[in-house]
């Protein structure tokens, strides 16, 4: 499987169990390009950053351990951002980061938090109106952390869906956020941020990648060609899972290449 898997996690992250020594077994006998250790800094569930510096010292030293063999890179996913500036520039600033993951796990509707990250479970409670409003505020959110924070790619853009359809079947659409979302595609590109293609969904039931062919040939129709491939796992089971459809799809839009981070700065690599 010869790409880079830019978005996974390990054990430095509160969801995930794998440690990143088994991940990285994993990466190497898959035959992947190398991966990007992207573990949880969310700042409103006050996940400190010292599990980040611990995820980046050891990513570093399987670094070494690797060479050779699979590229290990240094990585973060900042959420909740939108609202907590200070701290997002904190830790980009102070850390050597390959790669940092900007995300929507939380939302800021009027002067209620409401929690996404597992949080999103609490749409299973929701009407339609109040799932509009969820996922008007989402994009709100998005928006803003696309235009004010410091990051260099945006990921998973249609995540909701994949708890609104994938796990509750609701048959959502984003048709009433569609301006929304063309004015954040529009943002990511004029900075210079790459899209992901987040391939999580891709082998479940679901079968989905975020975004869909339909949003990921508008960002293309844009002028947007600065792409990664993310498998988002949370176990060695998940690492690469989907990348090689999320590459196939990306070739029939019309993509040549996507890219990998080193010391944040892309490296582009063909999808041939």
């Known amino acids: 499987m010869n790409y880079f898997d830019m978005h996974a996690h390990s054990s430095f992250s509160h969801d995930a169990q794998c440690s990143m020594e088994s991940m990285c077994a994993r990466g190497a006998e898959m035959g992947l390009l190398g991966v990007a250790f992207t573990d949880h800094y969310d700042i409103q569930e006050d996940i400190r950053l010292e599990h ?27 959420g909740d951002g939108a609202f907590q500036k200070k701290a997002w520039d904190e830790a980009v600033s102070r850390l050597p980061f390959d790669v940092v993951l900007g995300s929507i796990h939380t939302i800021l509707t009027g ?25 008007t505020g989402y994009y709100q959110n998005m928006l803003r952390i696309a235009e004010e924070m410091d990051f260099d790619v945006l990921t998973h853009l249609t995540l909701p869906l994949r708890y609104l359809n994938g796990y509750l079947h609701r048959g959502v659409t984003l048709e009433k956020q569609y301006k929304q979302i063309e004015q954040v595609l529009k943002t990511v590109i004029c900075r210079g941020i790459a899209l992901e293609i987040n391939t999580s969904g891709a082998e479940t039931d679901w079968g989905e990648i975020m975004p869909d062919k339909e949003l990921l040939s508008l960002y293309f129709s844009m002028g947007g060609r600065r792409i990664t491939l993310g498998s988002d796992a949370h176990t060695k089971d998940r690492l690469g899972a989907g990348l090689a459809k999320g590459a196939a799809l990306a070739r029939e839009i019309g993509f040549t290449h996507y890219c990998y981070y080193q010391n944040r700065k892309p490296v582009e690599v063909s999808l041939d």
Do not use: N, T
């Open 52 to 78: 980040i510096e611990q995820s980046i010292q050891s990513a570093r030293a399987l670094g070494e351990q690797y060479e050779g063999r699979l590229k290990v890179l240094r990585g973060v996913e900042i």
């Open 111 to 135: 002067s209620a938090i409401v929690p996404g990250y597992s949080g999103f479970r609490c749409l299973k409670s929701f009407d339609s109106r109040q799932i509009q409003l969820f996922l």
